[in-house]
């Protein structure tokens, strides 16, 4: 009896700023400014895989992820596609989420990348180009959270809203100074005591909602996140990790529990509509 080998999959995670490509536990990240063409580099990196793989994609930018998958098309790559957003429901039994509306679905997968690592309850700490403060309960279930502007977002709005203060790219460590002898130190100094702050605001203010009889767990995560790990690390009493590719790992996570269903919701490239 002959069996046919089912095809790899990649997990593809569309951001606002980039695009992380992860296949065999190996992750390439694009940024879309720094390159005119990622789309179709995305797409002949898919193609140079050894196999062609059944892309799992998630994104919270739509008109980015139609663009990679015209891209796909025009080199002639049919590869199935399985979106993951339809795989969690409101009413799904692996997150739910009922109470809440309009998350993002990388809000999601980061909880579930996270409840890998920690039993509930757990905060996720996102900082992308928005930064997201993201709870589940003890009984596992998403209550939703928190958004605010990343440090850079803040930097590029006051530019923008001011006469006198300059573009200035986010830099920050350990190091920074508290007290700035330039403008651009200050801004520096307060946009980075700005995220630190209100991250570290939202910790404890949804920690003491939490109806547990143990302090939440917090991974922090995203892009921008790096910056800002030893100084959460310090701020927070509880358990603490920090996980660069959370929103991947919860995708992995996610199609490996629902290996069975996955079938139903993959569909050839051409069918796809967003």
């Known amino acids: 009896m002959s069996s046919t080998k089912a095809a790899p999959y990649a997990f593809c995670e569309f951001g606002n700023t980039s695009v992380k490509i992860r296949y065999r536990h190996q992750t390439i990240t694009l940024a879309y400014a720094q390159e005119s063409n990622w789309a179709f580099h995305t797409a002949a990196l898919i193609a140079s895989l050894p196999e062609l793989p059944t892309l799992c994609l998630a994104t919270v930018a739509p008109q980015r992820t139609a663009e ?99 573009v200035i790219e986010f830099a920050a460590s350990p190091s920074l100074p508290r007290i700035g002898s330039t403008t651009e130190e200050a801004l520096l100094s307060g946009t980075f005591a700005s995220v630190l702050g209100g991250v570290r605001e939202l910790l404890y203010s949804f920690a003491r909602q939490l109806s547990s009889s143990k302090p939440p767990a917090v991974v922090l995560t995203g892009g921008g996140s790096l910056p800002f790990v030893h100084a959460l690390r310090r701020a927070w009493h509880g358990k603490f990790v920090y996980r660069p590719h959370l929103v991947l790992e919860g995708m992995e996570y996610l199609v490996q529990t629902m290996a069975d269903q996955i079938p139903t919701y993959v569909r050839p490239l051409n069918s796809v509509s967003l």
């Open 68 to 166: 990679f998958l015209h891209a796909l098309h025009l080199q002639g790559i049919e590869c199935s596609v399985c979106l993951l957003h339809e795989l969690l429901p409101p009413d799904n039994p692996i997150l739910p989420y009922g109470q809440v509306q309009g998350i993002g679905i990388d809000r999601l997968l980061g909880l579930l990348g996270a409840r890998q690592l920690f039993a509930p309850p757990i905060i996720t700490v996102d900082c992308g180009t928005a930064i997201t403060v993201n709870v589940l309960s003890a009984e596992g279930e998403c209550l939703g959270g928190a958004i605010f502007a990343s440090a850079p977002l803040q930097l590029r709005a006051l530019a923008a809203g001011t006469a006198a203060l300059p």
